[in-house]
């Protein structure tokens, strides 16, 4: 099992930038998909970065080109960062893993992974 930590969220205006962190402590010698969601009031869970074990990333079509992540296997450490933010892009946002399919990110479905952090709450104010 992992253990997820999620930090870095804040208020920030549109136009600013965030890096949120996510730290994963426990089993961390297997692989596993990482992801990025996030949800907002109202609205479903929405898949904002997903992060295979071989550094394939794909991201969600209302953040491609202004977010980007990346995992320092050094520290245990997923970022996310956020650039030219949006107020649409206010969320709650949640690192995930999971260890199926090897690592490999193969559904960017919320029920493919098994493990949450508290998640960080993002807001951008206009």
């Known amino acids: 099992q992992v253990q997820l930590m999620e930090s870095g969220g804040g208020s920030v205006q549109a136009g600013g930038n965030l890096t949120l962190a996510c730290a994963i402590s426990?089993?961390?010698?297997?692989?596993?998909?990482m992801a990025w969601f996030r949800r907002a009031p109202g609205k479903e869970r929405e898949v904002t970065a997903l992060?295979?074990?071989?550094?394939?990333?794909i991201y969600g079509d209302s953040v491609k080109g202004r977010f980007t992540s990346a995992k320092e296997n050094a520290k245990n450490t997923l970022y996310l960062q956020m650039n030219s933010l949006k107020p649409e892009d206010t969320a709650m946002y949640h690192c995930?893993?999971?260890?199926?399919?090897?690592?490999?990110?193969?559904?960017?479905?919320?029920?493919?992974?098994?493990?949450w952090g508290e998640g960080t709450q993002v807001t951008v104010s206009s």
């Open positions: 995930a893993a999971s260890r199926r399919s090897g690592g490999h990110c193969v559904s960017s479905s919320q029920h493919f992974f098994d493990y």
């Open positions: 992060i295979s074990s071989d550094g394939n990333t």
């Open positions: 426990g089993d961390t010698h297997n692989t596993y998909c």
